[in-house]
């Protein structure tokens, strides 16, 4: 399955990367708009979460296979 899914995403140029950036950027928009109490959170408390999900990515982009 993965093999799969691994294969479709090499079909993806530049341009759909882009697309699916921006596609994610307006749905948390939409969620902050749909549950403006997530507006209220913390700084400190966000970049805890934006550190913690960034971990893996960023381990296997610079040090991983």
Do not use: C, E
């Not at 902050?32 to 550190?51: C, D, E, N, T």
């Amino acid at each position: 399955m993965l093999k799969y899914l691994n294969d479709r995403v090499k079909r993806l140029d530049v341009f759909d990367i882009g697309l699916i950036k921006w596609t994610v950027l307006f749905t948390g928009i939409l969620v902050a708009k749909l549950f403006p109490q997530l507006l209220h959170l913390r700084y400190s408390a966000l970049l805890v979460i934006i550190v913690i999900l960034a971990i893996k990515p960023t381990y296997r982009y610079f040090l991983g296979k």
